[in-house]
């Protein structure tokens, strides 16, 4: 198995034909602004993940689903139904007022599973926290709730595939309800500024890993570019992996298009 990071959320995991994408989105910094993972990669994508709506997750999936003819996996909250059909948040339109329809499409809710392909999608409770972006002395908030674009339809999975598994949890705060799960791979945000703001942070992710009990932790959603900012929600993945390595997890930190095979 192989698994490659191309910042924020976006992974691609490989394990014989099978290759999942996580998160297909956009690299949000205005001097390369495209998808974060190549459109080289897209014709092979088996199964496409989209953990929440936010453009850096969800930007590029329609156009991935569209090469590739696979099957889009998400949470329920991404979607509505109307005139009988199931909509999604259109990746790149503003706020709520675009949907757009997926031709093969299987929405989740927290617990629910699907089975496609020998590869089992279940369903993990997420709770994407208040996003607050410093813009020219300004601090631009955002919300997730009833009405907000920002953090839609928040939901992590855990993937298996074989005799392994593997958890993603999105950009999400602290939850307890993760303890347990016991994953080969635990891929979990580390790049929030405290308890209520976007994701976890150090300090949480610690406690998740505890909760959790992965056999390898990697870090993402850290120090990640946005718009002129080359570096948003910054913090120390090297204090991260040492912390972790404490407790006796492996971790491993993968840069832009960095692999790790398992």
């Not at 929405?107 to 409770?125: F, H, Q, R, W, Y």
């Not at 979990?188 to 405290?194: D, R």
């Not at 932790?217 to 991260?240: E, G, R, S």
Request: with cysteine.
């Amino acid at each position: 198995m192989k698994i490659t990071h191309y910042l924020y959320n976006a992974f691609l995991i490989e394990d014989g034909s099978t290759k999942i994408a996580i998160d297909p989105g956009q690299n949000l910094w205005i001097f390369k602004l495209q998808s974060l993972i190549p459109q080289s990669e897209w014709h092979d994508i088996t199964h496409i993940l989209i953990t929440h709506g936010d453009p850096d997750h969800h930007w590029q999936s329609d156009r991935v689903a569209k090469v590739s003819g696979a099957p889009v996996i998400c949470g329920k909250g991404l979607t509505k139904i109307e005139n009988g059909k199931t909509l999604v948040i259109d990746p790149r339109g503003r706020e709520l007022t675009s949907w757009i329809t997926y031709e093969n499409l299987y929405p989740l809710d927290v617990g629910e599973s699907v089975t496609l392909n020998d590869v089992k999608i279940e369903a993990i409770k997420t709770v994407h926290g208040q996003i607050s972006i410093p813009i020219l002395g300004f601090k631009i908030k955002k919300q997730p709730g009833l009405g907000e674009r920002t953090g839609i339809g928040s939901m992590g999975f855990k993937i298996t595939i074989g005799n392994k598994s593997i958890v993603n949890l999105g950009d999400t705060l602290l939850l307890k309800e993760w303890e347990g799960l016991k994953p080969d791979v635990l891929m979990l945000p580390i790049g929030g500024l405290g308890n209520n703001t976007w994701t976890m942070d150090i300090h949480d992710a610690i406690e998740a890993v505890k909760l959790i009990a992965p056999k390898i932790v990697i870090p993402c959603h850290y120090n990640v570019p946005f718009l002129w900012i080359k570096k948003m929600a910054v913090t120390d993945d090297q204090l991260f992996k040492r912390e972790v390595e404490k407790l006796g997890t492996e971790c491993v930190i993968l840069r832009m298009g960095d692999s790790v095979e398992l």
